[in-house]
């Protein structure tokens, strides 16, 4: 196949993700909701973080972490 025929398909797995993604609320949680909600240490979640596993906001001097970007973490 070539790209110009796997784009359409693209297209269709990128509204799917969109789509999925609207499931899970984008609120912004501290380090501690967020070890709170998957009862885990905030230093597990500074180690995921530092691993690129799991991305944070860090303005306002915290680390803020998207509620909808922990669930995709859990979920692997």
Same mark, same amino acid.
């Given at each position: 196949?070539?790209?110009?025929?796997?784009?359409?398909? =693209?297209?269709?797995?990128? =509204?799917?993700?969109?789509?999925?993604?609207?499931?899970?609320?984008?609120?912004? &949680?501290?380090?501690n909701q967020v070890s709170a909600l998957v009862s885990l240490s905030t230093s597990t979640i500074r180690r995921s973080v530092?691993?690129?596993?799991?991305?944070?906001?860090?303005? &306002?001097?915290?680390?803020?972490? &998207?509620?909808?970007?922990?669930?995709?973490? &859990?979920?692997?």
């Open positions: 196949m070539t790209s110009i025929e796997l784009l359409p398909i =693209r297209e269709q797995l990128e =509204r799917i993700e969109k789509k999925l993604d609207g499931n899970f609320s984008n609120k912004f &949680l501290s380090i530092e691993r690129g596993h799991l991305k944070c906001s860090r303005r &306002l001097g915290k680390m803020l972490f &998207l509620e909808s970007d922990v669930r995709k973490w &859990l979920n692997g």
